[in-house]
């Protein structure tokens, strides 16, 4: 049974920082790309970084120089750190290898 399960969401002023974790069970996580969506509330989803097999990484423009995605695959893990968050940034964000979810775990940046 494959699992893909997020934490390290809350709450962060704007300006503030947070690190989301991802960590897999029941597959060969160095085998797969990893992705990180988010679907803020009334918006499409989107994908805000990649990271893949051979550990290259691509970000979208939104948060280009703020978030950096890493892996672990000794750890079947993978980060998003995300620095200097902005209010847009508030969301569930997902964890996705190809054909498999996580559960999401919420940002929310207010003051």
């Known amino acids: 049974q494959v699992q893909l399960v997020e934490s390290g969401g809350g709450l962060v002023q704007p300006g503030g920082s947070l690190r989301l974790s991802c960590t897999a069970s029941g597959i060969t996580f160095s085998a797969y790309a990893v992705h990180w969506y988010r679907r803020p509330s009334g918006k499409e989803r989107e994908v805000v970084a990649i990271s893949t097999v051979s550990n290259q990484t691509m970000y979208s423009d939104s948060v280009k120089g703020r978030f950096t995605i890493s892996r672990d695959n000794a750890r079947s893990s993978a980060y998003l750190q995300m620095n200097n968050l902005k209010p847009e940034d508030t969301s569930v964000y997902y964890c996705?290898?190809?054909?498999?979810w996580g559960q999401g775990t919420q940002v929310t940046v207010s003051s």
């Open positions: 996705h290898v190809p054909q498999y």
